[in-house]
């Protein structure tokens, strides 16, 4: 594959993962975008649960988006070699996608980020799981990068509109 940039495509990915069936929770930019913040990116972020059956099945996704490892490592996907790995690189023709079994911030990562996501209708028929704003804020908090601040001001400033909203139905 080029070393320079491909088309982003998230349709693309997002189609082949629930076409297999993956269970999922986008994170990072793209999460962040679809929940309100304004910023960029080129990829996808996901933690996915780690059960045998599940790693099969991204695994079949990964081959159909013709995934292959940034640092060129075989394709494997079994719960050892993933714990073993604090963010795994792939390059498809649609774009970046990054498995963080573990996110920064985070209890167990799929576990513990499930609980609150949501599904998003994003369009063509997609409804992925999306972390919670809240755990967004966690997570981005929780890396202590300077160039993060911006978005997380941004996960901040949406939190408490979202629960002034719910102070507003309840009354």
Do not use: W
């Not at 304004?38 to 013709?66: K, Q, Y």
């Not at 369009?123 to 990068?145: E, Y």
């Amino acid at each position: 594959m080029s070393a320079l940039r491909q088309q982003f495509d998230p349709y693309a990915i997002l189609t082949a993962l629930e076409r297999q069936r993956v269970a999922y929770v986008l994170i990072g930019g793209f999460a962040r975008v679809i929940q309100g913040t304004d910023e960029l990116t080129h990829g996808l972020d996901l933690t996915s649960s780690l059960r045998a059956e599940n790693l099969r099945r991204l695994a079949l996704a990964l081959a159909e988006l013709d995934a292959e490892r940034v640092d060129g490592r075989t394709l494997e996907l079994d719960e050892a070699t993933i714990r073993d790995h604090p963010l795994i690189a792939f390059h498809t023709p649609c774009g970046e996608l990054k498995l963080v079994p573990e996110p920064a911030g985070t209890r167990g990562g799929y576990d513990d980020l499930r609980r609150a996501a949501t599904r998003e209708p994003i369009g063509r028929g997609l409804r992925p799981r999306v972390a919670s704003i809240a755990d967004l804020a966690r997570m981005l908090a929780a890396l202590g990068r300077e160039q993060d601040l911006p978005s997380l001001q941004q996960l901040r400033y949406l939190r408490e509109l979202e629960c002034g909203l719910s102070h507003g139905l309840e009354r």
